[in-house]
């Protein structure tokens, strides 16, 4: 048996043969991209996050006061009044902002309400203007009952509704006799 003879007759099982062993080589080399795969995305679970301190709290839990000046003192105090009385049970920070304004932060657990009060109002209330501290005080406490207590703000300058005149009770302490309501007697 010669080689050319040998080839004739194995020629295809060697393509089948080759053909095979690629297919296995393929197969091999995608079974190994998943495994890295996986393995890349089990590394990157246990590698170690950076921790944020501050991923459990809320706004409200990671504001601090610093120290006040004389100004933020005064808010700080005529608010302090205001929230007493209220029984609130809350943290007061008085910050100001780009503009000068005081923001009146309140804090209850995790929840921050701010308020914000005028610069010129607090100017005039520190040089006496009695008017100017009694508009701070009714703008706080309204806010604080609205927000904390619930209460809805009474509008100023609403009259009390005023109770109908009854005619005949009118009559009868003058001791003229009643008309009918909304036309003339003896017509």
């Known amino acids: 048996m010669t080689l050319s003879k040998f080839l004739t007759y194995w020629s295809l099982t060697f393509a089948i043969l080759a053909i095979w062993i ?41 504001l601090t006061s610093g120290a006040m000046d004389e100004n933020q003192q005064w808010v700080f105090h005529l608010v302090s009044e205001i929230a007493i009385p209220l029984k609130l049970n809350v943290k007061i920070m008085v910050l100001q902002d780009s503009m000068d304004h005081y923001l009146v932060h309140f804090v209850q657990g995790p929840r921050l309400v701010s308020y914000r009060i005028d610069k010129t109002w607090v100017k005039d209330a520190m040089a006496g203007k009695a008017d100017q501290r009694e508009r701070i005080h009714t703008a706080v406490e309204q806010y604080l009952r609205q927000e904390f207590l619930g209460q809805k703000p009474v509008p100023k300058g609403a009259p009390a509704p005023a109770a109908p005149p009854k005619p005949a009770a009118a009559a009868a302490a003058s001791g003229e006799p009643a008309k009918p309501p909304g036309g003339a007697a003896g017509a």
């Open 22 to 62: 690629f297919s296995i080589a393929v197969a091999a080399a995608d079974v190994k991209d998943e495994i890295l795969a996986k393995a890349r995305t089990q590394f990157r679970k246990t590698q170690l996050k950076p921790i944020d301190p501050l991923a459990t709290q809320s706004v409200a839990q990671t």
